[in-house]
């Protein structure tokens, strides 16, 4: 099977995943798509894992969506710039002190919501803003596996340009 005929096939398991209409076998062999779309991904991106960490999780995507930020000092709507079942990086005017812990709503496409507290990992100043990169505190595994249909949901519309 050539690439082209890999990527039509496991595009249907995904929309079949995000519809919820997989038998346990089907499921099993989304997943494993999953994880060697991203490895190559992953590699492509030059990427280093983690011990212990699969390339699904280190997989980072561009992707806008809404997210409401609130920390001691301040609170903001902003924009995701990229994506990641690990986190989010997002561009602010100020940002929240490195020791801050971030409470977050992340708006995902079709209404859904992910709620919790994230942690300040990296702040890059700019010219004009701040490149703020968050870490998800304790994600719950059923906004893990929304978080990863989006992620991929964005993998496959970008590779159909």
């Not at 050539?2 to 249907?12: I, N, Q």
């Not at 490895?39 to 492509?44: C, I």
């Not at 806008?64 to 990086?89: C, H, K, M, N, Y």
């Not at 859904?112 to 700019?126: P, S, T, Y």
Request: glycine content about 6%; some cysteine; proline content about 5%.
């Amino acid at each position: 099977m050539g690439l082209a005929e890999w990527l039509a096939a496991f595009r249907d398991l995904h929309e079949r995943a995000c519809a919820d209409k997989l038998s346990p076998a089907e499921w099993v062999a989304y997943r494993e798509g999953r994880e060697e779309l991203a490895r190559a991904l992953v590699a492509a991106q030059r990427l280093t894992l983690k011990p212990g960490e699969a390339p699904r999780q280190a997989l980072r995507v561009a992707r806008a969506l809404q997210v409401d930020l609130e920390w001691p000092r301040g609170q903001v709507r902003a924009i995701t710039i990229d994506l990641s079942v690990g986190g989010f990086a997002t561009l602010l005017a100020k940002a929240p002190a490195t020791s801050d812990e971030v409470k977050y709503v992340l708006k995902l496409p079709g209404g859904a919501e992910v709620k919790g507290v994230a942690r300040v990992v990296d702040i890059r100043v700019q010219p004009a803003n701040v490149r703020v990169a968050l870490a998800f505190k304790d994600l719950a595994e059923p906004d893990r596996d929304r978080l990863e249909l989006v992620i991929f949901d964005t993998v496959l519309q970008q590779l159909a340009r």
